[in-house]
Nanobody
């Protein structure tokens, strides 16, 4: 079965950095685009960044452009999100997502808290 396991969240001061990791299994990882979403308390889940199956194409939410970088390692079935210059408004639970055979799959999420 498809499994996505996020890690790397935590508490960081504004201006700091974190690197999130999503370990994937149960599907052909190298054939699927992957994405990171986040959900802050009281807000809808929003797309943060996405990457194509081979990693050659990426896109970002305007709010994180220039600060976050998505990447993937198809040999390790892992997608990463490097987050720099973090702001308090980046505080949220971060999820990775894949669409596989007509279904969407989400990880359990990892909490990122940025203090001012």
């Amino acid at each position: 079965q498809v499994q996505l396991v996020e890690s790397g969240g935590g508490l960081v001061q504004a201006g700091g950095s974190l690197r999130l990791s999503c370990a994937a299994s149960g599907f052909t990882f190298s054939s699927k685009p992957m994405s990171w979403y986040r959900q802050a308390p009281g807000k809808e889940r929003e797309l943060v960044a996405a990457i194509s199956s081979a990693g050659g194409s990426t896109n970002y939410a305007d709010s994180v452009k220039g600060r976050f970088t998505i990447s993937r390692d198809n040999a390790k079935n892992t997608v990463l999100l490097q987050m720099n210059s973090l702001k308090p408004e980046d505080t949220a639970v971060y999820y990775c997502k894949v669409s596989w055979r007509g279904n969407m799959y989400w990880g359990q999420g990892t909490q990122v808290t940025v203090s001012s």
